[in-house]
């Protein structure tokens, strides 16, 4: 199994851009699909982004389509999610996840996650 830690969180004023960091350990992140999640206050958790093992395929959720681009450094058992232009909705605590399935509907690995504060 694989352990994953996210840092990068912060507080930032809207229009800014923070990048979250996920390093994995146990078996190397190549072995899995990654993703990136979100709960703000109140609310579900969503997906956000994810990447094929591969790297070369991704989604994004429409709402932060644009504006945030996830990538892999398999060679560093890292995962980023680079945020541009936030916007004061994206706050909320963001999670790493990992899964032998790209298309998972119920991941397998996660991280504790990292609050991401935009303020207006």
């Known amino acids: 199994q694989v352990q994953l830690v996210e840092s990068g969180g912060g507080l930032v004023q809207a229009g800014g851009s923070l990048r979250l960091s996920c390093a994995a350990s146990?078996?190397?992140?190549?072995?899995?699909?990654m993703g990136w999640f979100r709960q703000a206050p109140g609310k579900e958790r969503e997906l956000v982004a994810r990447?094929?093992?591969?790297?070369?395929?991704?989604w994004y959720n429409g709402s932060v389509k644009g504006r945030f681009t996830i990538s892999r450094d398999d060679a560093n058992n890292t995962v980023y999610l680079q945020m541009n232009s936030l916007k004061p909705e994206d706050t909320a605590v963001y999670y790493c996840a990992a899964d032998s399935n790209y298309y998972s509907t119920s991941w397998s690995y996660w991280g504790q996650g990292t609050q991401v504060t935009v303020s207006s």
């Open positions: 990447i094929r093992r591969s790297g070369t395929i991704t």
């Open positions: 146990g078996r190397p992140s190549s072995s899995y699909a």
